[in-house]
């Protein structure tokens, strides 16, 4: 497979005694719409931090485009930052500049570009977004679905090389998360910018992504592309989670076997698999030694060995 955009390797953060982030590897391909999978607490934000800079890894590296994000220099690290983008929520807007002013402020913040060109560029991804009709309102005049569309708009205003989306459908109703997701794999396909999608949700990000890591307590457990990841799903928690899935049909009735007691804390999790305490495949070792990532086909790899061993395929 290519070159990733981004690749984590063997990264480790900790905050004090806490590990946050377990010996994470993943890899960011351009062109496609990748999404973490993961409960609040799992460390999806600080993962994120790696990417934008805000954090350093205290073992492993994080690498964009095979060069290593710590050892950019203020020159290279401008340009870095106009190539990652960064989704922020609503409350990210002005509220006192209008739409286009909103859009226009990161191209003039970081760019040199001319007052036409920004005008163009700005025009052309207001218009990408559909918000042509309310240009020069503002946003607490529009509602929660085109302000989210106002966000988007200024995270490609740079034609960014990747866009880091952090729960962009997060408060909206079930409508208007329909619409965000359709505007984002219409977007992608025209923009063609690489998509970090964020989610603790498997039922919207079903719909649009080419690969999918799901994540518990700062560890990658499975990670591979989405349809072999839903159709041959190899770990026990994401076994669970793809069966939490609602099913529109009122006469189904679950049989599939729902983890044990509750999620450990964040501040103290368990050694080796986190995940064992509430697996009923767990073995002694599981708690003893951490899993690593190894193959289970293709570019499907799992962090269990008890289910690859035991041919669970």
């Given at each position: 497979m290519e070159t990733p955009l981004i690749e984590f390797k063997n990264v480790t953060k900790r905050f004090g005694s806490r590990t946050i982030l377990d010996q994470v590897n993943l890899k960011i391909y351009e062109g496609q719409i990748s999404t973490i999978i993961g409960k609040s607490g799992t460390g999806k934000s600080v993962l994120l931090k790696h990417i934008i800079g805000l954090l350093s890894p205290d073992e492993g590296s994080v690498l964009f485009r095979e060069n290593p994000i710590g050892s950019l220099?203020?020159?290279e690290w401008d340009a870095y930052r106009v190539q990652v983008s960064y989704m922020f929520q609503n409350n990210a807007l002005f509220d006192s500049m209008t739409?286009?002013?909103?859009v226009a402020l990161p191209l003039q913040q970081t760019t040199?570009?001319?007052?036409?060109?920004i005008e163009r560029?700005?025009?052309a991804r207001i218009e990408q977004t559909e918000l042509t009709e309310v240009a020069y309102k503002y946003?607490?005049?529009?509602s929660g679905g085109m302000q989210q569309r106002i966000v988007i708009a200024m995270a490609l205003a740079c034609d960014p090389a990747l866009l880091i989306m952090d729960e962009p459908t997060t408060g909206l109703d079930v409508t208007t998360q329909a619409k965000i997701i359709d505007l984002v794999?219409?977007?992608q396909e025209k923009v063609r910018a690489s998509i970090l999608y964020i989610t603790h949700d498997l039922a919207t990000c079903k719909y649009i992504c080419d690969r999918?890591?799901?994540m518990y307590l700062g560890q990658i457990l499975e990670i591979g592309p989405l349809d072999e990841v839903f159709d041959h799903p190899v770990h026990p928690y994401t076994i669970s989670l793809l069966a939490a899935v609602p099913v529109p049909d009122p006469k189904f009735r679950r049989t599939d076997t729902i983890p044990k007691g509750e999620i450990p804390s964040a501040i103290d999790p368990p050694a080796g698999c986190r995940f064992h305490p509430r697996c009923s495949y767990a073995i002694p070792g599981c708690s003893?030694?951490?899993p690593v990532l190894e193959k289970a086909a293709g570019d499907h790899w799992v962090a269990c060995p008890v289910r690859l061993n035991a041919g669970s395929r």
């Open positions: 220099k203020k020159s739409v286009y002013d909103n040199n570009l001319s007052k036409t060109e560029r700005v025009m946003p607490s005049e529009l794999e219409d977007l999918i890591a799901i003893v030694k951490m």
